[in-house]
């Protein structure tokens, strides 16, 4: 495929993608005036060559300043061909530095995946190890005799062991996911993780249960990120739970929220009712209101206020 060049001047950045659902990268394509989203091209990463797909036009003026990577030039059908061919044998290099790893005993190591460059200069096995003892962080496991007999099976390919997380290990494998989606999110459309806190579960009345709260990987779902934002926004304007509160049937304590109806459960003395924040009255902040208005200035023994406050200009 022959691409028309175009001048200097002009700047075309692109967003190109690794993997079917991968992390999005910039790079300059302005040497190829003809490039668009689904082409396959060829570009210089931290890793080597790699071979990524096109995704989008990105407006160079919304991404830091900074120089990008020029693409070196798109992928012609050789380059396809090839990329076809070494993907066809990932599995059995995954097979055979999984039956490696076994024999070294590293029992808390589990390979996850194995994935060649499209010219198979590069292999990079990627794989998990189990949580120490203590739940906390990833085991660190010893992997140099296991790199080094891969490096000579595998020769004269670049070989990686690369450590990934949990979630990453769900997101390569796949699957249905907790809540009993056909396919997780992590594998279906999310590029990025977010953080994720038990904050956001209690911040939308969700159940702690960790059953509940927990994905296919072990960690919490990704989907508490989703509606945080609109109930941490909707809760601003609602009564705390346990604040004393007027209502049409008298006073009572609130129990409960419904931020996004922006309504309030309330026990009063016949009952537990729902209103609206509107039919509301806070007797806790005006209390503390009427307690702060009657009491003299702090500043001014026995109440004789001078700092003029209260005099017309």
């Not at 194995?114 to 189990?130: I, P, V």
């Not at 990833?138 to 390919?157: C, E, G, I, W």
């Not at 806070?282 to 208005?293: F, G, R, T, V």
């Amino acid at each position: 495929m022959i691409m028309t060049p175009v001048a200097e001047s002009d700047t075309l950045i692109v967003g190109v993608r690794f993997s079917r659902i991968g992390k999005l990268y910039h790079f300059d394509a302005s040497s190829f005036a003809g490039v668009k989203p689904g082409d396959r091209v060829i570009v210089e990463t931290k890793r080597g060559a790699q071979m990524g797909e096109v995704v989008k036009f990105v407006e160079s003026a919304s991404l830091p300043d900074g120089g990008f990577r020029h693409i070196q030039r798109v992928a012609n059908p050789r380059d396809l061909l090839m990329a076809q061919q070494w993907q066809s044998k990932e599995l059995a290099a995954m097979i055979h530095c999984r039956a490696r790893a076994a024999e070294l005993r590293l029992a808390s190591l589990k390979i996850v995946r194995a994935e060649y460059s499209y010219d198979g200069s590069r292999l990079t096995f990627f794989y998990n190890a189990d949580t120490d003892d203590n739940g906390k962080g990833d085991a660190r496991v010893d992997t140099k005799s296991l790199q080094s007999d891969m490096a000579s099976a595998f020769a004269p390919a670049h070989v990686e062991l690369h450590q990934i997380g949990p979630r990453d290990v769900a997101k390569l494998l796949g699957g249905p996911g907790a809540c009993g989606i056909e396919e997780r999110c992590c594998s279906k459309f999310l590029t990025e993780f977010s953080p994720v806190s038990i904050k956001m579960a209690k911040e939308q009345g969700i159940s702690l249960n960790p059953e509940e709260i927990t994905g296919m990987c072990g960690r919490l779902r990704c989907c508490l990120v989703y509606e945080y934002e609109q109930y941490a926004e909707a809760r601003k304007t609602l009564p705390k739970i346990k604040k004393r509160v007027g209502t049409p049937r008298g006073e009572g304590k609130v129990i409960d929220l419904n931020p996004l109806k922006q309504t309030v459960i309330v026990a009063v003395e016949d009952g537990r009712f729902e209103f609206s924040k509107d039919e509301l009255t806070p007797l806790d902040e005006l209390q503390a209101l009427a307690k702060k208005a009657s009491q003299p200035c702090s500043r001014h023994e026995g109440g004789g206020c001078d700092c003029g406050k209260g005099k017309k200009k």
